[in-house]
C-alpha cells in the first residue's frame, strides 16, 4: 500500500520539513528525519514507533551515509527523499564574502548531493525510488536584490535535479523539483542570514530585506500544510512530475518569465541565429 513507503526527509526541524513530517506520520508512513540538533526534533515530533529522528550534519559525508545506513537498519528500504533542507542568505553579491557565499552553497547544494549520492546505491537495489529537491520560485527567477547567492544555490539545484532525473529513469528512480513561491513558514525570521558587512550604496538590497522580513514574513499567502498535502500526492502519481511549482504566486511568476524570455528571443532572433557558419 501507498503508506507503507519509507520517506527520508532532510532539516525536519522547521518549516516545511516539519510540517510534512507530522503529516506522513499521522497518515501512517515510516519516517526517517534529520536534522542538526537530535534535542530539536524529539522535541518537536515527539516519540513514534514508525519515526527516526536522526542528528545528521549534512556537510560531513560520514554523517549522511551513516544516517541512511540507520535508515535502511531500521525500515529496510528507502523509498521517497526529501532535500529540504537549506536556507536564506539575502546580501548583495559584492557584500557577501567569499566564505558567506560559499556557506550557502555547502548545505543547500553540496549537502543535498552527499544525500544524492549515498541513498542511490539503495535506490538502484531497488530499482525503484522518488527524490524531491527542494528549490525555490528563485531557483528559476533571480530578479530579486540581494538573493543572488541564494538564488544561485537553487538555480543549481534545478540544474542537477534535471541532469539527475536523465541519469536514473532508467534504473526507475524518479526525480522532482520543487519548487515554492511563498509559504508562511519561518524562513524569513532571524534564520535569515544576512552580510556581516553590508555597504551603504545597497539601498534596494536593504529594501529588499527589509520588506522580506518586516512586510511578506508572517503574511506568505500559501500554506505549508497544504504544500505537505501536495507532496505526498505528487509522490504517489505514476508519472511523476519533473517541476513542481506550489503556490499561485509561483505560477504567476514562472508564467510571466516565459513570457518575457519568448519576446525576447523573437526581437532578436534574427541577430542571435546568425552565427551558424556560412555554407
Not at 507530522?22 to 515510516?30: A, H, P, T
Not at 539503495?122 to 528563485?138: E, L, P, V, W
Not at 550604496?201 to 500544510?225: C, K, L, T, W
Amino acid at each position: 500500500m501507498e503508506n507503507q513507503k519509507v520517506w527520508f526527509v532532510t532539516g525536519a526541524s522547521k518549516g516545511l520539513g516539519l510540517t510534512l513530517v507530522k503529516r506522513l506520520i499521522d497518515q501512517g508512513f515510516s519516517v526517517a528525519a534529520t536534522s542538526r540538533r537530535l534535542n530539536d526534533l524529539e522535541k518537536e515530533v515527539g516519540k513514534h514507533e514508525q519515526f527516526l529522528p536522526l542528528e545528521v550534519d549534512l556537510t560531513n559525508e560520514a554523517s549522511v551515509s551513516a544516517a541512511l545506513t540507520s535508515t535502511i537498519s531500521k525500515f529496510g528500504r528507502i523509498d521517497v527523499v526529501v532535500n529540504n533542507a537549506g536556507y536564506g542568505l539575502v546580501g548583495g553579491l559584492e557584500e557577501l564574502s567569499d566564505q558567506e557565499s560559499r556557506g550557502n552553497f555547502d548545505i543547500n547544494v553540496f549537502g543535498m548531493l552527499n544525500v544524492i549520492r549515498n541513498v542511490l546505491p539503495q535506490m538502484r537495489k531497488q530499482s525503484s525510488g522518488h527524490i524531491f529537491n527542494i528549490a525555490s520560485i528563485g531557483g528559476f527567477i533571480g530578479t530579486f536584490p540581494g538573493f543572488g547567492i541564494y538564488c544561485a544555490t537553487k538555480f543549481a539545484v534545478h540544474g542537477l535535479s534535471e541532469s539527475l532525473s536523465t541519469e536514473v529513469e532508467p534504473m526507475g528512480i524518479k526525480v522532482t523539483i520543487v519548487s515554492p513561491g511563498y509559504f508562511r513558514t519561518n524562513f524569513l525570521d532571524a534564520s535569515l542570514a544576512v552580510p556581516a558587512n553590508p555597504i551603504d550604496a545597497y539601498a534596494a538590497v536593504r529594501a529588499s530585506q527589509s520588506m522580506h522580513q518586516d512586510q511578506i514574513n508572517g503574511n506568505q499567502p500559501n500554506d505549508p500544510e497544504k504544500a505537505a498535502a501536495v507532496l505526498i500526492a505528487a509522490a504517489a502519481l505514476d508519472q511523476a512530475p519533473l517541476h513542481l511549482f506550489l503556490g499561485d504566486d509561483a505560477y504567476q511568476m514562472v508564467d510571466q518569465k516565459i513570457k518575457n524570455v519568448v519576446q525576447e528571443m523573437e526581437v532578436l532572433k534574427a541577430l542571435a541565429t546568425s552565427t551558424a557558419f556560412s555554407s
